[in-house]
């Protein structure tokens, strides 16, 4: 079983900037995908950014050229700075791993506020 931890959500001003980090742990044997998603409120969850394991990654058209995801494999983290944050980025923001045989992990989710 994977855990998920979440750090760096916030408040932030229209323009802003946040680094959002999301660490796995527990049995890790490979991470095929590491990526974020994001929840507007009565909104779905709708992709963010996803980085794979042979270094593709793949971005919403909302956030291309703002958002730029990486990820330490090393330390089995992955990570999501973002860049001239607008009110639209409001979301509660999910992390999601999946792993060895398509098992897929969420994060308890981090609320990202923006203000105008």
């Known amino acids: 079983q994977v855990q998920l931890v979440e750090s760096g959500g916030g408040l932030v001003q229209a323009g802003g900037s946040l680094r959002l980090s999301c660490a796995a742990t527990?049995?890790?044997?490979?991470?095929?995908?590491m990526g974020w998603y994001r929840q507007a409120p009565g909104k779905q969850r709708d992709l963010v950014a996803t980085f794979t394991s042979d270094g593709r990654t793949n971005y919403a058209d909302s956030v291309k050229g703002r958002f730029t995801i990486s990820r330490d494999n090393a330390k089995n983290t992955v990570y999501l700075q973002m860049n001239s944050l607008t009110p639209g980025d409001t979301a509660v923001y999910y992390c999601?791993?999946?792993?060895?045989?398509?098992?897929?992990?969420w994060g308890q989710g981090t609320q990202v506020t923006v203000s105008s």
């Open positions: 999601l791993v999946i792993g060895l045989g398509g098992i897929a992990s």
């Open positions: 527990g049995s890790i044997f490979s991470l095929n995908l």
